[in-house]
């Protein structure tokens, strides 16, 4: 049998052409993966970045709750005072006043007295005097935060917490003898327990807005009419009210006063 040298080498070149494009396809293809792998990567470092910061903010998180909307604008709900949720400091600020009926449940209320005699323990109504004058220039600096989102340790308008809100308040306008954390914050300045008495320039604090052994765990500033400017762990820079009855006025616990 005689075999045509042409037909087997056009069936070469077939073969050849074949192969050389499965093998195209295949780099194609592992190509293709490899830049596909590459996002994936990114994309999971990414997601790990996201939930680093999330377990670090997992303790700031308050748990507030989003204010119902008022069908009836004429009913107004608002309670025109509150005063603080912790007896103790009720009885050591004023020890012949009358308990009220708040104050007599949190007398049972172990974990919260144990929070303030730690608390206690570490000197409360230091001093901190600062001027009218500056603490309205205070209030003036932290009103350009709003709109900031939070961020559990941000001290910048890229992200900022309670507590560094007070702080790059007070910093930028010369007090710099000034701690970082809320709790620490409200050591300084004469305590203040009935909200009727607030006045812009005050600081106020709060407990039980997430959990923590720190008796304080919230904070704001003041700015009148029963107004504070404060970071919202889930709204960020904020004015809200102090008597505000879904949330804040329960987690109201004192204010200071360190205007001289």
């Not at 494009?21 to 293809?29: D, G, I, Q």
């Not at 790990?48 to 910061?53: D, R, S, V």
Request: aromatic content about 10%; charged content about 20%.
């Amino acid at each position: 049998m005689r075999i045509n040298i042409s037909f087997l080498l056009v069936l070469v070149l077939i073969l050849f052409s074949a192969c050389n494009t499965s093998k195209a396809l295949l780099v194609n293809e592992i190509e293709q993966l490899r830049k596909e792998n590459i996002s994936l990567v990114k994309e999971n470092d990414n997601l790990n970045n996201k939930l680093i910061l999330l377990v670090d903010a997992f303790d700031e998180l308050s748990n507030e709750n989003a204010q119902p909307i008022n069908i009836n604008p004429t009913i107004d709900l608002e309670v025109m005072s509150t005063t603080s949720q912790l007896s103790e400091l009720e009885s050591y600020l004023k020890p012949d006043s009358q308990l009220s009926e708040l104050e007599n449940y949190l007398k049972s209320d172990a974990v919260l007295n144990s929070k303030f005699r730690t608390f206690k323990n570490g000197g409360i109504e230091k001093n901190l005097n600062v001027s009218y004058s500056i603490m309205q220039r205070v209030i003036a600096t932290a009103k350009t935060y709003l709109g900031t989102s939070y961020l559990f340790g941000g001290t910048n308008k890229s992200g900022i917490d309670c507590s560094g809100l007070l702080y790059v308040s007070f910093k930028a306008n010369g007090i710099t003898n000034i701690p970082r954390v809320a709790q620490e914050f409200s050591r300084f300045g004469s305590i203040i327990i009935n909200t009727n008495d607030i006045k812009a320039g005050d600081l106020v604090f709060f407990t039980n807005t997430y959990k923590t052994s720190k008796l304080v765990t919230h904070a704001g500033l003041c700015i009148g009419n029963g107004e504070f400017i404060h970071a919202s762990s889930s709204k960020g820079v904020m004015v809200s009210r102090v008597n505000d009855p879904y949330y804040w006025r329960k987690k109201f616990l004192f204010a200071t006063r360190i205007i001289n």
